[in-house]
């Protein structure tokens, strides 16, 4: 089958090289992306390791004309996003107009936050939902009757966090529990990668994320907090004692949706010292601003700046050791007992450069994203619609995780997170 993947960063070669080691599934795989060299690059590099057929095209994912053209004279069952958020409603009206299915990673959120139109409808949802995070999924979900209608899926947020986190929460309610009471995603970076400041993944989402407002859900509602204001500590297995942080996180707001009963999610990441120091410094000094400023006579968006000047997450592979750590605690009742219960994965950042040249953060967004876009053009995970993980059937993922790189457990009665 035909694949279109858009995007050729970090987390998109990972997606790419698994998806090259299922070529009896994918056997033609375009890559589409803003700097073409970078996907001829890359198909160099593997092209002798795959019977897939592999090209490469220069696209601007945030024209839908030039989407349109590319799609329809490719005809791919369906389109891998993973370029950036910012591109996911360009790229789903694309998909929509050519008749292809949708898979992404991350929700949407838009580029330029001081765009009149849109903080209007931003400060809407801020005083309907309470929490003032620039991402929520009300745009991409809008888009339900229009795949519905047109007989498409769209899958929203396959990657480890949105993404397979959601998939332990299904398989909780399937086997393991009649209600969850509570869910506490732990997200564990235990690897270093040598140097003073650095992000995992793209600069501007993820410093975007992490200095943004936390919140979680609680009885209903959303409980918003200042940036990493809720602290704990907890013993990862296979990474040791780390300081977490409370985040607000695109999960909470689809899981508190989809599972029925469910009275609190919350969502924590591990971040060093010397990382939150960075982060905090560079906020101080404006860097962390999306709006433009002009600079000898040219218009700079300073977070853009600041991407250039960092490692580009994609060349961390080499040096990045130790492990991640990811995944959900749960409480609930099962046949009238309280229960306990934590699904995780441990995932080696060496182990990963040694597969696919690449550390942890990319591989387990990677893999994800390959086994989504594989069981949506087998029809395995096929629903007319828009959707998130948690809304399909959770076992042939499982299955698939186990398969492809990222091996989970289930372990009763962890050590709660107070
Ligand atoms: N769910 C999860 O667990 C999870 C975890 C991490 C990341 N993510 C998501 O994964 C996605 C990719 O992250 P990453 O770290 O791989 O980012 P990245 O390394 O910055 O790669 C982004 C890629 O998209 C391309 N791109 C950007 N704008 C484009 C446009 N307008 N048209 C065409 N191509 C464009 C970039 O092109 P250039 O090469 O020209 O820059 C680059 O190849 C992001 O959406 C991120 O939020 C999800």
């Known amino acids: 089958m035909k694949l279109l993947v858009i995007g050729c960063g970090g987390v998109a070669q990972v997606a790419i090289k698994k998806c090259c080691q299922v070529d009896e599934t994918f056997s033609e795989i375009l890559i589409a992306s803003r700097t073409v060299k970078k996907c001829e690059d890359l198909i160099a590099k593997i092209k002798d390791k795959t019977a897939a057929s592999l090209s490469a095209a220069k696209v601007n994912a945030d024209n839908k004309e030039e989407l349109v053209a590319l799609i329809d004279s490719f005809k791919p069952a369906a389109v891998l996003n993973v370029a ?28 330029d936050t001081e765009n009149p139109e849109w903080r209007k409808i931003y400060e ?170 002009e600079f000898e006579g040219k ?39 309280k229960k306990t219960l934590y699904i995780y994965n441990i995932c080696d950042h060496q182990e990963c450069y040694r597969e696919v040249g690449s550390q942890a953060i990319s591989y387990t967004t990677g893999v994800p994203a390959m086994i989504g876009a594989m069981l949506v053009v087998k029809g395995i995970w096929n629903k007319a619609g828009v959707y998130n993980c948690e809304e399909f059937d959770p076992d042939p993922y499982m299955e698939a995780l186990n398969k492809y790189g990222l091996p989970w457990v ?9």
């Open 84 to 111: 950036l958020p910012y591109q996911d409603l360009t790229i789903m009206d694309a998909c929509l107009e050519c008749g292809v299915h949708y898979i992404d990673t991350a929700n949407y959120e838009c580029e």
């Open 410 to 418: 289930a372990v009763e009665n962890p050590v709660l997170v107070d």
């Open 124 to 293: 809407k949802r801020v005083k309907e939902k309470g929490f003032t995070a620039y991402f929520d999924y009300s745009w991409q979900w809008a888009y339900n009757d229009k795949f519905k209608k047109a007989g498409l899926c769209a899958l929203l947020g396959t990657g480890f966090d949105p993404g397979v986190t959601q998939v332990f929460c299904a398989y909780a309610q399937k086997h393991y529990f009649d209600t969850i009471e509570t869910i506490d995603i732990l997200d564990c970076n235990g690897g270093d990668h040598g140097y003073p400041f650095a992000t995992n993944f793209n600069p501007e989402i993820n410093l975007r994320e992490v200095s943004a407002n936390g919140s979680y859900w609680e009885n209903g509602k959303w409980i918003e907090t200042k940036p990493l204001e809720i602290k704990r500590e907890y013993d990862f297995d296979g990474v040791g004692k780390k300081d977490m942080y409370l985040l607000h996180h695109e999960e909470i707001e689809s899981l508190a949706k989809n599972i029925k009963g469910v009275k609190r999610i919350r969502f924590f990441m591990t971040f060093g010292q010397s990382y939150i120091q960075h982060m905090n410094c560079l906020g101080n000094v404006g860097m962390l601003s999306t709006a433009p400023v």
């Open 299 to 337: 218009e700079i968006v300073p977070i853009q700046f600041l991407k250039a000047l960092l490692p580009d997450p994609a060349t961390l592979g080499a040096r990045t050791k130790g492990k991640t750590n990811i995944g959900c605690i749960f409480t609930g009742y099962k046949d009238g007992k």
